[in-house]
Nanobody
Framework: QVQLVESGGGLVQAGGSLRLSCAAS????????MGWFRQAPGKEREFVAA????????QYAESVKGRFTISRDNARNTLYLQMNSLKLEDTAIYFC????WGIGANDYDYWGQGTQVTVSS
């Protein structure tokens, strides 16, 4: 079993930056691919980024490419999402996911509770 706890969300002005963190429990963290999804009000959950177990392979949604960076620290059992040049449309609840691969919500076995990111004008 893996438990995921996100942090780092908040209110930021458009053009600003935030860094999300996801602390994972369990000794098998370093063996899992992990990722981030988000859900805006009234919309379905959408893929944001994913990273393989070693950190050498990453995948991004087109909407965040060049602005967001996913990374992980296996020694600290922590996943990160650095978000730069934030836009109003990035406002959403951001979820950390683990054990899986792909861009579909059903592709991952474990989900965190989410952290709210609000971008203001």
């Amino acid at each position: 079993q893996v438990q995921l706890v996100e942090s780092g969300g908040g209110l930021v002005q458009a053009g600003g930056s935030l860094r999300l963190s996801c602390a994972a429990s369990g000794r098998t963290f370093s063996t899992y691919a992990m990722g981030w999804f988000r859900q805006a009000p009234g919309k379905e959950r959408e893929f944001v980024a994913a990273i393989n177990w070693s950190g050498l392979n990453t995948q991004y949604a087109e909407s965040v490419k060049g602005r967001f960076t996913i990374s992980r620290d296996n020694a600290r059992n922590t996943l990160y999402l650095q978000m730069n040049s934030l836009k109003l449309e990035d406002t959403a609840i951001y979820f950390c996911v683990a054990k899986g691969w792909g861009i579909g919500a059903n592709d991952y076995d474990y989900w965190g509770q989410g952290t709210q990111v609000t971008v203001s004008s």
